[in-house]
């Protein structure tokens, strides 16, 4: 009796282990948000990036474990675009782009903005070995390197970066899986 | 010739109406976590509204036009979770909770979480005139509306709030559609 509460409680859990995992992508990238609104900005910094390792490691899991699920890759969107999207647009608009007024605001939303169209585009179409546009985990780990850069480079560096990225995001560029 | 293009121009317009009401949702959103990175928290609240408003429209509208897409509908969650769980979340969080060290961020991403696990529910049930769950949209103009209460009740009233709205997006509670 107990055993059989056992196995069917390692089953359940084997089941939900890659749905755990992109819930811990999305309570990084939640943190991250936190830390930016406190002005912990390398913490923030190394929260996305905690965020980026769990959520390649998500997907592995499911394809490994054959336990691959619908619901797991709507998870998967919603959370990419907290961590991937709204945390490292956050991170740049406070350290960089606040006294830059309506543009450093506009560019950040739009960065955001493509990011969804971006992930929404990807849930309708067929999987065919290549990524339609850049993915939103490399823009926004990008985004987020662009850091190291704040206070060496002019703010139009930057708006020009999110703009970039903006665009490669809802772009047609055809990039191999890996 | 001349007419032909309006022509398609404005069926093109047409069929990206409802989309162009969802990206204002996000926008709105966006607009309302900039804000609260300000501690303009006013028009944070001000913002996540009209983004409720945005958000009665769009469904409306592509209903109405019969234009309801598989991208729409995608577009849509992932701009919920942003105007209505990260943005309400964070508001609070800044307002009320910033000196409730760990636990207060805890609940803050508990519910975020719980917003992106009802949205993903969502997606992959079918419909059938019932809500599962309270739509995250309710929860998180209730959420904002609580900022109302910042200053005149204790703080673990917040958490309750929390712990309550993270509980009810979850639950199997059923709801009629309006």
Known sequence: ???????????????????????????????????????????????????????????MLARKLGIESELGRQLDSLCDLVSFGVAPALLIYQTVLYDYSVPGAFFTILYIACGAFRLARFNVTESNGYFQGVPITVAGCLLTLSYFLAGTVSTNVFLVLLIALSFLMVSSVKLKKM
Chains 1, 2 share one sequence.
């Open 1 to 59: 009796m107990l055993l059989q509460v056992l196995d069917s409680t390692l089953r359940k859990l084997k089941a939900q282990t890659a749905n755990i995992c992109t819930m811990v992508n999305l309570s990084l990238g939640c943190a991250a948000l936190l830390f930016t609104l406190q002005d912990e900005f390398k913490l923030a910094l190394i929260f996305i990036f905690l965020a980026a390792l769990s959520d390649r490691f998500d997907g």
